[in-house]
């Protein structure tokens, strides 16, 4: 097994554990800025501004960021994927349910051990392996529900949207491990993708109407900078870390406690409820993230 396909050790499974529960929180930071930044604006602002961070991180610690060791190619297209992905999230959230949404986003884990089977010498899972990525998931329909769409049939086409943006955060992180971006740094790697997708973010608030009509109040103004500072500038950097040294699918499974983070922080920022079946869901998920990180 080579090193970039092994299970994850103490520390990256502790280094993914907060990710996720900053993911968790971001979905909460989107929220408290929706009034005053619509949701693809607030997408195409942290692309550029986290871009910005990231490349005077690179310059300071001396990163090469030259386009001519075989990664301009596959950098651009992680760029071009990245930003398809927020626009089918969150113009799929306009015809389906947050909830339905949160779902279908986290059927990722699936298509990424499903393409690094094919892709990636010695990522292919085992049956305890796979009978874990079900039981994950199984605990995250618990916790969340996926009700059928008889009662709104455009609910459909929003989970075929948010599927669609599942599958192309699964073939980012297989490009980025299957290509010359596997050798380049992180930081090259997300450079190029924010970098990318800040003008195609801005071109889709542009062409569906988003705008400001007044400056935005102080909550929205911080809630932006810890989606721009920490979570794209900060924590995704980490997450590239990661998928360069450790097993693709081990660290993608890890992304069904993301919504578990995020109801909680929704109940302590929010107020809003918990019920009794959450305990036993996420439970559901801590078993099945046991079983996929297990030694074959």
């Known amino acids: 097994m080579t090193s970039s396909a092994k299970p994850l050790d103490a520390v990256a499974i502790v280094t993914v554990v907060v990710l996720c529960l900053s993911w968790g929180f971001n979905q909460v930071a989107v929220k408290l800025a929706l009034p005053d930044i619509p949701p693809l604006m607030q997408a195409a602002i942290r692309s550029a501004g986290a871009a910005v961070i990231v490349l005077a991180w690179a310059r300071l610690r001396h990163v090469p960021l030259g386009l001519r060791d075989g990664t301009l190619t596959p950098g651009f297209w992680c760029g071009v994927l990245f930003a398809f992905e927020f626009l089918l999230i969150y113009r799929g959230l306009l015809y389906t349910t947050a909830t339905r949404a949160v779902v279908f986003l986290y059927t990722t884990p699936f298509f990424v051990a499903l393409g690094a089977s094919w892709f990636i010498p010695g990522e292919r899972l085992g049956r305890m392996q796979w009978l874990g990525l079900l039981l994950s998931f199984a605990g995250l329909t618990l916790a969340f529900g996926a ?32 290509s010359a971006l596997q ?65 693709a699918s081990r660290v993608a499974a890890f992304t069904f406690l993301t919504p578990l983070f995020g109801v909680a922080a929704g109940h302590l920022v929010l107020g809003e409820p918990l019920t009794p079946v959450f305990a036993l869901a996420a439970a559901l998920v801590a078993a099945g993230l046991v079983l996929v990180n297990r030694p074959r």
């Open 147 to 178: 009700p059928a769409p008889a009662d709104n049939p455009s609910a459909l086409l929003g989970d075929v949207m948010v599927v669609g943006a599942a599958a192309l955060w699964a073939a980012t992180t297989l490009l980025v491990k299957a």
């Open 183 to 247: 050798r380049a740094p992180a930081e090259k790697t997300l450079a190029y993708q924010l970098v990318v997708s800040a003008p195609i973010l801005g071109a889709g608030a542009l062409l569906f109407g988003e705008g400001m009509s007044v400056m935005p109040g102080a909550v929205a103004l911080v809630s932006l900078a810890y989606q721009t500072i920490w979570v794209a500038g900060i924590t995704f950097l980490a997450w590239f870390m990661l998928i360069k040294h450790f097993s």
